[in-house]
């Protein structure tokens, strides 16, 4: 299960839509970059932002999710607080070949500050904005800035197609747009 180079990448994105919009070289310059790179893709945060509070002592049910649990935030930067978590979505949109899959790491400027970035794969034709899940470990308030980088994909290219793709169950968070929530 080879990893796919730049040029794969970028031929992938630009002929047949796997991520749009599509950066073709590394932005860096006074952001977090974002961007294609050696061998994998750097996908930027939007600036919504659902941030997990407790005011009204909710339980984070996965089969009973209830959305009173957290606030909205829209903006350039999101603040998250300690001992928090935060979701969020990629700018982009990703359109997973059937052969292919894909996975997530964490920027190192932002492990570095205590924030650890969670992506589940991205599976055999899957396609959407991914839904980005950002822990503030830290005991201290930590910022988090839309439109520039928060993590790396890597595409994984199998030795075949598989028999049953994502698509083809009719997979639960297929064409996301924005936040998903937890779905049963």
Same mark, same amino acid.
């Given at each position: 299960m080879p990893i796919m180079p730049d040029h794969w990448i970028r031929r992938m994105a630009t002929e047949h839509g796997m991520i749009s919009p @599509?950066? !073709?070289?590394?932005?860096?310059?006074?952001?977090? %970059? /974002?961007? =294609? %790179?050696?061998y994998g893709y750097d996908a930027r945060a939007a600036d919504e932002f659902k941030v997990f509070t407790n005011v009204d002592n909710a339980v984070v049910d $996965?089969? !009973?999710f209830s959305e009173t649990g957290f606030v909205t935030r829209?903006?350039?930067? #999101?603040?998250? $607080? $300690?001992?928090? @978590?935060? =979701?969020?979505?990629? &700018? !982009?949109w990703f359109k997973v070949p059937r052969d292919v899959l894909v996975i997530c790491l964490?920027?190192?400027? /932002?492990?570095? #500050?205590? =924030?650890? &970035?969670?992506?589940t794969p991205l599976e055999p034709e899957w396609e959407g904005q991914v839904t980005i899940e950002i822990s503030n470990t830290t005991p201290l308030p930590a910022k988090v800035y839309a439109n520039e980088g928060i993590c790396q994909f890597l595409f994984l290219q199998g030795a075949g197609a598989p028999e049953v793709s994502y698509a083809d169950r009719a997979g639960k968070y297929m064409g996301q747009r924005g936040v998903a929530l937890p779905r049963l």
């Open positions: @599509f950066i !073709e070289a590394q932005k860096r310059e006074g952001v977090i %970059s /974002y961007g =294609l %790179s050696s $996965p089969k !009973e829209k903006g350039p930067v #999101c603040i998250i $607080p $300690p001992n928090s @978590f935060v =979701l969020t979505h990629t &700018v !982009e964490g920027k190192s400027t /932002y492990a570095r #500050c205590g =924030l650890i &970035v969670n992506v």
